[in-house]
């Protein structure tokens, strides 16, 4: 596997990069053909390939070899979560959750929401990058944002949790979730969910949840959560 790791989801029927990549493959890297590059879809294959047409705007390439490369968790995760009014700490959250390992993300509008409208296509680019950097070829998928009410009406094959603060009979993350769970976190905005949104998502089966003692902001929140749950699949 080369060094260097590009994203086309359309690699194997197109054997073209897209131009964001062709551009990094060609201006950034200076790359010729006859190189080798190494090239995911992000639906888990790495391809081994040669680079035939260098152009920044569409390079072509000839696939040498396809390996299977599957996600490194055996359990699907789910996150739902109220955007920061501060990007830089929504995209902070996106980076960290994909290096880490996310099956889903999805932006929640919610009654106390800070940020009401999310371009997805920010995130989406950070997660590519976040993908190619720590060497996975899975990529998260990345919703647009939904209404609180919408969501949680929606079914899920796993466990469902909602991390809130508000003074009630709740267990830490850690002691409700087991080993292999597929597992759905709702984590709410700075101002926390309203106690109407916490009663109806316990009314449609998500379990009340703790991340601490402290309380978090909500891009620390996130990947509490999300790293909680790897440590104990890790054990």
Known sequence: MADTIFYSPDIRQTQQLPEQ????CVKVL????????TVTDGAGFFYDCTLTHAHHKHCLVEIEREISQPKTWNFYLHLAFAPTKNMDRTEWFAEKATE???DRLTPLLCRYSERKELK?????????AAMKQSRQAVLPEIDTTMRFHDFISQPFNGRKFIAHCYPSEKKQLAQAYRKHENALI???PEGDFSEEEVQAAIDSGFEPISLGENRLRTETACFAAIHTIHVINNI
Do not use: F, N, P, Y
């Not at 200076?30 to 590059?37: A, N």
């Open 30 to 37: 200076r790359m010729k053909e006859g190189d080798k590059l």
């Open 100 to 102: 880490t390992g996310i």
């Open 120 to 128: 997805t296509e920010r995130l989406e680019k950070i997660a590519v």
């Open 21 to 24: 990549e062709s551009q990094h």
């Open 186 to 188: 709702l984590v709410g």
